[in-house]
């Protein structure tokens, strides 16, 4: 099972816009990616780990569609992403901030 996720690595280090027709590499084709990866996760009782380190940076609307998104289009709920989703982003660390409060507003 996977437990990490490095979005730099394994998605772009240029994310762009909400959705597809905005540009590639989306925060709705992020979302696509992480949403079987986090549901493996939760089923199993297990921590997910997405990274966000290394890239040129995210806009607000990238991150509340990836984060956002899986409370409001994917129905995870917001208890159990709190207990096993876990983000790094040491380079902006108030992208957690950001992503927690698009969560609990989903």
Not at 29 to 44: D, F, G, K, S, V
Not at 56 to 71: H, K, N, R
């Amino acid at each position: 099972m996977k437990t990490a996720f490095y979005v730099a690595k394994e998605f772009t280090t240029t994310p762009s816009a909400r959705k597809v027709s905005e540009g590639k590499f989306s925060g709705f084709e992020l979302r696509e990616i992480l949403t079987p990866l986090i549901c493996e996760a939760i089923r199993n009782r297990q921590h997910f780990t997405v990274n966000l380190d290394g890239t040129a940076g995210y806009g607000t609307s990238f991150l509340e569609e990836v984060f956002g998104g899986l409370v409001r289009d994917e129905h995870f709920s917001k208890n159990d992403l709190k207990k096993y989703l876990i983000i790094i982003s040491e380079e902006d660390p108030d992208l957690i901030d950001e992503i927690w409060e698009d969560i609990e507003a989903a």
